[in-house]
């Protein structure tokens, strides 16, 4: 089988500015067209910032089908040929969700919403499906952040016969906690690519923001379990990988 290729960038949060994001976007997604690019990842809520509390969620979620904002996102990226997941606060009937969306030719070819949600994320509601997509003849799947902590969660993916898991992650937390968090991100992907043989993707934010830090956990991960690709931390950057 052929190799996929996959772009996983590392950028400084926006919050609630999406036409700034939009453009950084379609120059990074174009960047990938250059480079032929099967796959891009985009960290967790890239495109309205990632928010706590419910009334703030309300004013940022847009809904897939029928928000004009969302919808003219997607006739701007139409002409990109990569397929990209994109992190973004999801409204859909009364629900809001922190959801990962699979993209191409400005279509959505499905979504992942968040299941495994920590205690701070209760403004969120948790999502229950396992959807898979396809990319270059590579079946995926998404989990998002928290989800890593869950074996369950990335071997649902692997049982559908995907070979690639994306991980878009959200790492911005106060200065003690990020550190903490620092070295167990990178463990919690090595286990779940060696636990079921899939190559594991990871997209995250970096930079500082108010009184909290994220040092960046943006990296390719093997089906053993070895680091193969990795952004610097406290770094701004992209990997280009071919897996395979």
Same mark, same amino acid.
């Given at each position: 089988?052929?190799?996929?290729?996959?772009?996983?960038?590392?950028?400084?949060?926006?919050?609630?500015?999406?036409?700034?994001?939009?453009?950084?976007?379609?120059?990074?997604?174009?960047?990938?067209?250059?480079?032929?690019?099967?796959?891009?990842?985009?960290?967790e809520c890239y495109l309205q910032g990632y928010v706590l509390d419910r009334p703030t969620l309300n004013g940022v979620a847009l809904a897939i089908e029928h928000d004009v904002t969302f919808r003219g996102l997607l006739a701007r990226l139409a002409p990109i040929r990569s397929t990209f997941v994109?992190?973004? *606060?999801?409204?859909?009937?009364?629900?809001?969700?922190?959801?990962? /969306?699979?993209?191409?030719?400005?279509?959505?070819?499905? /979504?992942?919403?968040?299941?495994?949600?920590?205690?701070?994320?209760? /403004?969120?509601?948790?999502?229950?499906?396992?959807?898979?997509?396809?990319?270059?003849?590579?079946?995926?799947?998404?989990?998002?952040?928290?989800?890593?902590?869950?074996?369950?969660?990335?071997?649902?993916?692997?049982?559908?016969?995907?070979?690639?898991?994306?991980?878009?992650?959200?790492?911005?937390?106060?200065?003690? *906690?990020?550190?903490?968090?620092?070295?167990?991100?990178?463990?919690?992907?090595?286990?779940?690519?060696?636990?079921?043989?899939?190559?594991?993707?990871?997209?995250?934010?970096?930079?500082?923001?108010?009184?909290?830090?994220?040092?960046?956990?943006?990296?390719?991960?093997?089906?053993?379990?070895?680091?193969?690709?990795?952004?610097?931390?406290?770094?701004?950057?992209?990997?280009?990988?071919?897996?395979?």
């Amino acid at each position: 089988m052929s190799k996929l290729r996959v772009a996983t960038f590392q950028r400084r949060p926006r919050f609630r500015d999406i036409p700034r994001i939009l453009e950084r976007l379609r120059a990074d997604l174009e960047w990938c067209d250059d480079e032929g690019v099967d796959l891009a990842l985009f960290p967790e809520c890239y495109l309205q910032g990632y928010v706590l509390d419910r009334p703030t969620l309300n004013g940022v979620a847009l809904a897939i089908e029928h928000d004009v904002t969302f919808r003219g996102l997607l006739a701007r990226l139409a002409p990109i040929r990569s397929t990209f997941v994109l992190g973004f *606060v999801e409204r859909r009937e009364r629900f809001v969700f922190n959801t990962g /969306a699979a993209i191409r030719h400005g279509a959505v070819l499905g /979504a992942y919403r968040k299941a495994h949600l920590h205690r701070k994320e209760q /403004a969120f509601d948790p999502g229950f499906d396992c959807p898979i997509f396809e990319a270059a003849g590579w079946k995926f799947g998404i989990n998002i952040c928290y989800d890593a902590n869950f074996p369950s969660a990335a071997a649902k993916i692997a049982s559908q016969g995907a070979r690639l898991i994306c991980y878009p992650i959200n790492n911005m937390l106060p200065t003690e *906690v990020a550190d903490r968090w620092r070295s167990k991100s990178i463990c919690n992907l090595r286990r779940r690519a060696a636990e079921t043989g899939c190559w594991v993707v990871s997209s995250d934010v970096v930079g500082e923001h108010e009184a909290m830090v994220c040092h960046g956990c943006t990296c390719v991960v093997s089906p053993a379990g070895d680091v193969v690709a990795r952004v610097d931390e406290g770094h701004e950057g992209v990997v280009l990988f071919d897996c395979g």
